[in-house]
Structure formats: structure tokens, C-alpha cells
């Protein structure tokens, strides 16, 4: 006698987490098969249905379902908000393909493909990502990354209701005149309020000095310092009982998190690293900057990241920075400059504004009539979006700038507060939305759209892959001990 066909099972929880956990449909089919096998031999099913097995391709069938679903379910989800808040970044990945050879025929490739992932602010959900068109002479990439967060504006119906923009620091993000900010500005036809992320620009003076006194890194093989280039092998160094205490500056806001390149030079000064001299004195000297100034900003940038917050940072790197030795200040101050996108007076006037000081306010208030020049409402139009010169020496925010009228903007927040709500702030501090100074929201969206971009072939298909993972971590978390099943 034949044994039936397989009956037809539905898979669909077997195929979302093969998804969430990136298996492929044939070994998650397999592992189903082995399960039933498993139930047989244990008695749980009867041996007449040894004939039970999972079916691969049935659960493509289903994979494909449940992104389009996960789709279909955001779309309906999100129809109607307005995006007050975006977050764009971009990473060049290795990407699942098919790529045609001579004849026509399609062969699987893994091929390097740029991908700019945009998140919704400030709950940092996923929200699209998308594959840069090549520009058309002369425009610029930044051009294209502009134009397709203004079509997914539109998209959304946000192209009024926009706000924030957040991204890096990147000369394509930045650039005042040819950066994706500036080109999206002129699209929407009015200045949005830029948040760079601070973190990034709080690497860039180590990296700087580093460079400065150790040596200059290379792409392909890293640090190249006799210093940094130990870094690599750090942990195998053994431990170092009598190393030197190097005094930590300020205490550090309390968090549960360490980092990478500041942390190893941490790490290898309590290390039989076998440096002396001079490669001894460097290494003390990044020692010291990591402990008095990046970790310090790190750990108050992380705690402390509201847009108000933003100002208050640089107050507190330039402090700390008057600390170091002069060849420090000097490698350092550069890129310290040119960082301190929180300077720009449209963000100091927005810190001011929530400040628990009467003067502070004052100061503010002031400065915006003053700039509205007896207009009941202020002037959203797109300004060249350069940063003041910072005074180094500033012990309080209205001092961080020097104020020259040309060079004063209104934040995009208060432009449509009339006359009489701007004098409440005198009063009452401005409350400001709650988003973010850094942009690590966008980076975990970035690394889900590589995974995706490991996993399957297209992007509407990346796009259903991200989505019906979010939505099975909404749906059950990942158990990793008796105690969270017992919570669930």
C-alpha cells in the first residue's frame, strides 16, 4: 500500500522564523522534518505517519507571503502619519543578485551595492531603504539621496510637516551647498533643523590625533602606528600588575557600555605591551585624551541626547579639551571646529529657550525678536547653513558664539510661534520634541538592511524580509533563559 501524499500543513510559523533567524527554507525544512521524526519515536504521533515531512519549497511559498503581508500590514499601519523626524544613512554591502551573463541567462551573485537606509524619528522604526540612482552630470550622489527622501516624503504626505533631518557628518550630508541637507532644504523649499550626529563627530578628534602622533591609518591594513597598530592584538597581551594609574579628569556619567579603538588603548595601557620612549609617551597621551575627553563625551552624549542637549556638549568638550597638554589642543582643535555642528545659532537658541535659567531665556527671546524685526512670525526660508566660529574659551552657551546679525537664524521649531508665544517662553521654558543628537537608530536599521541584503535577492524583497522580522520580535521575544518565558 502507498503511503498518502504529505498533507498540506500550514508553515507560517515555521517561515517567519526562518526569516527572523535567517535560515534557509531547506534547512529550516529539514530541521521540521527531523522534529516529526522526533514526536514518532517519542510516541506523540502514530508510526503509520513516518511519511510526515516539511516541505522546502513550500516554505519559499510562505516566506514570500509573509514579507508581503509584513508590507502590506506597515502600509496600512502607517497610512495617514505625518514624519516630523527622518534619519538617513547609507553603507555599501554585499548583495544577493542575479546577475545576467552574456547569453541572457540569470546566475545568483553576491555583488557590492550601495543602499541608504531611512528611518521615521524619533521612534527610529524602519522605514524604507533604497539603492542611490547614478547622477547624471553634474549632479552629485548627495543630489540623488535628497531627491528620493523628498519622493518618500510625498510618498507620506510629510513634505509639510518635516522638521528634523539626522545623519552624520559626511561632506555628501553636510556640504552647505552641494550636501543631501541643503538639497533636500531647497526641495521643500524651506530650512529644516539639522541634527548631525555627535557621536560620530566626537570620533573624529581621536582619529585626528592619533593620526597626529602616532601615525596615519591605511585601508587596508588599519592603524599603522608602532602604537595603534598593537591594537589588533591586544587581548592576547598579558596582564600588566604594576602599570601606572593615569588620572580620569571628571567623573563619567554611569552607563553600561564600553567601546572599541578608545577602549583597547585603555586596555593595553594595563598590558605588557612592551612600548618605551617615545611610543610609551604616545601611548600615554591617547590614554589620557580617552579618559578625560571621549569618554566623557561619549558616556554624557549617550545619557544626555535630547536636541537641547546638543550645545551643552560642546561646552563640555571644550572645557575638558582646555585640560590637555598644547600638542593635544592642537592636533585636535580642527576637527573639534568643524564639528561642532550643535554651534550653529539656530541650535544654541533652541537650547536657551529650554533652559531652566530666566536669563538664559531672556537672551534667546531677544535674539529671535530681534531677528523677526517686528514680523509676527519667523522666516523659514533656506539660509546658507554654515557654523559660526566657536569661541574657545566659552564657559556658557551664550558666550560658545559671537552673534553677528548676518550670521543669527531662528530655529525651524519657533518659526511659527507668534510674537506673544515666543514672549512665554520668558515664563515657561520651551518644551522641545523629544529627539535625537545621535543617529543609532539609523545605524540598526542599516545593519538589518545588510543582513536583508545577505538573505534575499531585490529590495522590495529586503524591504518584506526587515519588516516580517520587526514583526516577529514584536510578536515573541527571543528567550534566552527560563526567566524570560516565565515573563512572557
Keep these: 500500500m502507498q503511503p498518502p501524499p504529505p498533507p498540506n500543513v500550514s508553515s507560517d510559523a515555521l517561515d517567519i522564523e526562518g526569516i527572523r533567524f535567517d535560515v534557509p527554507p531547506t534547512a529550516a525544512a529539514s530541521l521540521a522534518s527531523g522534529f516529526l521524526q522526533d514526536l514518532i519515536a517519542d510516541g506523540h504521533l502514530s508510526p503509520d505517519m513516518s511519511y510526515l515531512v516539511c516541505n522546502p519549497n513550500k516554505l519559499r511559498r510562505a516566506r514570500q507571503d509573509a514579507m508581503v503581508s ?3 500590514l506597515d502600509q496600512g499601519t502607517h497610512q495617514g502619519t505625518k514624519i ?3 534619519g538617513y544613512d547609507g553603507r555599501k554591502d554585499k548583495t544577493r543578485a542575479m546577475v545576467p551573463d552574456s547569453y541572457g541567462k540569470l546566475y545568483p551573485r553576491l555583488i557590492r551595492e550601495e543602499h541608504a537606509s531611512v528611518t521615521e524619528e524619533p521612534s527610529g522604526r524602519y522605514l524604507w531603504h533604497f539603492v542611490p540612482e547614478d547622477p547624471v552630470p553634474p549632479e552629485k550622489t548627495a543630489f540623488k539621496v535628497a531627491q528620493a527622501l523628498y519622493d518618500l516624503l510625498v510618498t507620506y504626505d510629510s513634505t509639510d510637516s518635516l522638521i528634523v533631518l539626522q545623519g552624520d557628518s559626511t561632506r555628501a550630508n553636510t556640504g552647505w551647498k552641494g550636501g543631501t541637507h541643503a538639497h533636500l532644504e531647497k526641495m521643500l523649499g524651506r530650512k529644516l533643523f539639522w541634527s548631525i550626529c555627535v557621536l560620530h563627530t566626537n570620533e573624529l578628534p581621536l582619529r585626528h590625533l592619533i593620526t597626529s602622533i602616532d601615525g596615519p591609518t591605511s585601508s587596508d591594513t588599519g592603524f599603522t602606528g608602532p602604537v595603534c597598530s598593537l591594537l589588533s592584538s591586544v587581548n592576547e597581551m598579558q596582564y600588566n600588575a604594576e602599570f601606572r594609574v593615569v588620572p580620569g579628569g571628571e567623573d563619567l556619567t554611569e552607563i553600561p557600555e564600553w567601546l572599541t579603538t578608545a577602549q583597547s588603548l585603555v586596555y593595553m ?5 612592551g ?12 590614554v589620557k585624551y580617552c579618559l578625560q575627553v571621549y569618554f566623557k563625551l561619549y558616556y554624557d552624549i549617550k545619557v544626555h541626547h535630547r536636541l537641547e542637549d ?18 593635544v589642543q592642537t592636533a585636535v582643535t580642527f576637527n573639534v571646529r568643524t564639528g561642532a555642528w550643535f554651534a550653529h545659532s539656530e541650535c544654541v537658541l533652541l537650547s536657551l529657550m529650554a533652559s531652566q535659567s530666566e536669563d538664559d531665556r531672556r537672551f534667546a527671546v531677544t535674539q529671535i525678536l530681534k531677528l523677526r524685526a517686528g514680523e509676527e512670525y519667523g522666516d523659514t526660508s533656506v539660509r546658507p547653513r554654515i557654523t559660526p566660529k566657536l569661541n574657545l574659551s566659552a564657559t556658557s552657551l551664550q558666550t560658545l558664539i559671537s552673534w553677528q546679525p548676518s550670521q543669527v537664524h531662528e530655529p ?9 508665544q515666543i514672549q512665554e517662553i520668558l515664563v515657561k521654558p520651551y518644551e522641545v520634541p523629544e529627539l535625537s543628537i545621535h543617529t543609532q537608530s539609523t545605524e540598526r536599521v542599516v545593519k538589518q538592511v545588510t543582513e536583508a541584503a545577505a538573505a534575499v535577492v531585490g529590495q522590495q524583497d529586503r524591504d518584506g524580509f526587515i519588516r516580517a522580522r520587526a514583526h516577529h520580535r514584536e510578536t515573541i521575544p527571543c528567550f534566552r533563559s527560563k526567566k524570560d518565558m516565565d515573563t512572557f
Excluded at 620612549?277 to 591617547?286: A, C, D, F, R, S
Design 310 to 327: 546638543g550645545p551643552k556638549h560642546i561646552l563640555t568638550q571644550l572645557r575638558v579639551m582646555r585640560s590637555q597638554p598644547k600638542k
Design 412 to 420: 525651524a521649531f519657533t518659526c511659527s510661534l507668534s510674537g506673544d
Design 70 to 72: 509584513a508590507r502590506d
Design 275 to 286: 612600548l618605551t620612549g617615545k611610543e610609551l609617551n604616545t601611548l600615554e597621551i591617547l
Design 269 to 273: 595601557w594595563t598590558r605588557k605591551h
Design 84 to 86: 516630523v523626524g527622518l
